[in-house]
């Protein structure tokens, strides 16, 4: 079976471009989650649908940010307009039930010069 | 509060020998889960193991075993039989009952030696 899958994997752009992250979870799973990387700050939740409503979105650092998962197989997380701050690698993940593991997709490099 | 502490940044071990890789926790709730993830150079996030506060048995994933203290709240991963592959960041991970957000450690990077 297919993990889940990211899209891009890379993204470089200027400061004040749109950008848009693409997420495929993993079939039948009706959790999905945003993460973002930093070295500063770890592993972070951005914010999770279920049942493709997001959930909790206390996670997203600004209005600049904003997610939606149009359904059960796909979901975006973009950044309008993209700052310098924003560089980190984005993780999607998807899981089963509530209690279940989260299975994590390559994640997206983002640098935004 | 720190609910997740890993204190060894980076641990070194030689091939084949076993290295455990500490991790304690925080948290008021007796319902909860605990996660190991090892994330490689190239990136990803790869799911090791698994153990829920109830378990009456540490949890073991072939070389991956979990020593789970709970009144120590502690959660440390043991890997059996260093391979030069197992060189990578790993982050212990809690998710408390009730919440579906995964709270990550700052992870400890293994160097696996010949």
């Known amino acids: 079976d297919a993990g889940v899958i990211q899209s891009p994997r890379h993204e470089v752009t200027e400061m004040g471009q749109e950008v848009t992250l693409r997420c495929k979870p993993i079939?039948?799973?009706?959790?999905l989650f945003w993460y973002r990387q930093t070295m500063m700050r770890g592993l972070e939740l951005l914010i999770y649908f279920n049942n493709n409503v997001p959930i909790d979105d206390s996670g997203m650092p600004e209005d600049r940010f904003s997610a939606k998962m149009p359904n059960a197989s796909f979901s975006t997380l973009k950044i309008q307009p993209s700052e310098p701050r924003d560089s980190a690698v984005y993780f999607c993940a998807s899981s089963l039930a509530a209690t279940d593991t989260q299975y994590f997709g390559p994640g997206t490099r983002l640098t935004v010069l | 509060a720190q609910k997740i502490t890993q204190t060894q940044p980076g641990m070194f071990v030689q091939e084949k020998e076993a290295v455990t890789l500490d991790c304690t926790y925080d948290t008021s709730d007796p319902s909860y889960g605990l996660f190991w993830y090892k994330q490689p150079s190239s990136g990803e996030m790869i799911f090791l193991i698994y153990q829920g506060s109830y378990d009456q048995q540490n949890a073991t994933e072939g070389r991956y075993s979990l020593n789970f203290q709970k009144a120590r709240k502690s959660a440390n991963l043991v890997i059996s039989a260093s391979q030069l592959g197992d060189s990578a960041m790993y982050f212990c991970?809690?998710?408390?009952?009730?919440?579906?957000?995964?709270?990550f450690g700052t992870g400890t990077r293994l160097l696996v030696s010949p």
């Open positions: 991970a809690m998710r408390e009952k009730g919440f579906q957000k995964l709270v």
């Open positions: 079939s039948g799973h009706d959790y």
